[in-house]
């Protein structure tokens, strides 16, 4: 927990790119650290940005009833993102920008240990599970990597965008639920 939150406090004055210079605070996660789930977004918008949380805008609305629809809640997960600070006009984040960042990912990485990694969005999921991965075409399975579980689900930006993808990812969120089920050893602190 020490080692955590020194992470955090580091990270909170991290100066090691330009988007220092234009953000108002580091979003750099919210939930239980020792969570056995966690979720990986893009990077921070304007609503997370103003609050220091990430996904408090109306993708993160839609991310929370992603959730209770399979009785999780934010609270009992952990939900980062990719790069830690609000790119300008919400761009992408530069490679300089993510290689930047990578290191704090890795470390909460290193002291949390997740059993399963959710990805959201294709920019996380490249991150993360690989860098040619497919949103299309690899939503929703499962890959394996030092012995973590990782999976993609749309972006809930995307979702909003496109309601037509939501029954896919349904059944993607019910493929997540099971799989919570089946490897986690705490499923009671889990579910609501
Ligand atoms: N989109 C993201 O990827 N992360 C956030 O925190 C908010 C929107």
Redo the contacts with the bound molecule.
Sequence with gaps: MREWEELKKECLHCRACSLAETRTNV?FGVGAPDAEVLFI?????AN?DMQGE??V?R??KLLDDMLAMIGLDRSRIYIT?SVKCRPPQNRDPLNTEKDACHGYLVRQLQLMQPKIIVC??RISAMEIIKPDFKITQEHGQFFERDGIQMTALY?P?ALLRDPHKKPETFEDLKRLQAKIREICTHTELIFT
Excluded: D, I
Aim: net charge negative.
């Design positions: 979003v977004g893009e990077a921070p918008g997370e990430p996904f805008g993708a993160g993102n959201l969005g972006h930006a």
